[in-house]
């Protein structure tokens, strides 16, 4: 794969997390009602919608940094692990929601290893 066409991969698998995210993260900021009746159903205070809003915007923000890409994935990761949590707590369905945030991290992490070549060479993965 030449170096173009790994960028180009590297931002389209970006992309879709990225865009989910961000959309996860302003409909709790903007609080819709949809996000007050599952922040009821998963047990937590209407209050820390936006909480998580914030939270998430921040996150994302600093893992499109290349600076600080690595530490926004690190940080989404335990985040999305506590998606995980939430969702086994509540017996949720395991492939629709509860490894839902584990393909996300995924993407994640794959865009990031497509981006970096300092990760690459850390995390070498050859078939």
Known sequence: MTETQRT??????MAVPVL????DATIKLVKIQAVTDAMAALGYPDGLARVFGVLL???VVLYL???????????????????????VRVEHPVFS???FPVYVALL????????????????PLTV
């Open 65 to 87: 940094i290349p600076r600080t890409s690595v530490l926004g994935a690190l940080l989404l990761t335990g985040y999305l692990g506590g998606a995980v949590a939430t969702h």
């Open 108 to 123: 994640l992490w794959g865009g990031l290893w497509l981006r970096s070549e300092r990760l690459r060479k850390l995390i």
């Open 8 to 13: 180009w991969t590297a931002r389209i698998v």
């Open 57 to 59: 915007l921040l996150l």
């Open 97 to 99: 929601h509860t490894l």
């Open 20 to 23: 989910f995210l961000l959309f």
